[in-house]
């Protein structure tokens, strides 16, 4: 079962100016920044974060969503027994595990798992 969606990013090239932006204009508490990769911002119940095209699952652009698992191992089979096209597979060490891939109708979804 799927656990929460952990987080909707967008992939920005500018992260000094993106943060700015969304912390002056939205009024979000930045809650963790990994230089120009990754910038997390607390917006309730889900993390709202900025990713750099290297970080990104997405490199046209456009909104992420990342759905957090216990486990990530049967809906890795899930996703590969449906066809759908894998784009990345990235161990994260202590922060966790992603799955990033194309759902069937082209959108880009990416699964994490902590470890």
Same mark, same amino acid.
Do not use: T, Y
């Given at each position: 079962m799927l656990k929460r969606v952990q987080s909707v990013y967008y992939t920005v090239k500018d992260m000094d100016r993106a943060v700015a932006f969304y912390e002056s204009t939205f009024g979000l508490k930045l809650k963790f920044? =990994? $230089? #120009?990769?990754? *910038?997390? +911002? =607390? &917006?309730? #119940? /889900?993390? +709202? *974060?900025? !990713? !750099?095209?290297?970080? !990104? &699952? !997405?490199?046209? $652009? $456009? &909104? /992420?969503t990342a759905f957090e698992v216990d486990e990530m191992a049967p809906y890795e089979a899930a996703v590969r027994a449906g066809g759908c096209e894998i784009l990345q597979v990235r161990d994260m060490g202590s922060h966790g595990r992603v799955l990033a891939f194309r759902d069937p109708e082209g959108n880009i979804v990416q699964l994490f798992a902590k470890t």
């Open positions: 920044r =990994d $230089g #120009n990769k990754w *910038a997390q +911002f =607390d &917006a309730g #119940n /889900v993390n +709202f *974060a900025l !990713s !750099s095209p290297e970080e !990104s &699952a !997405s490199l046209e $652009g $456009g &909104a /992420v």
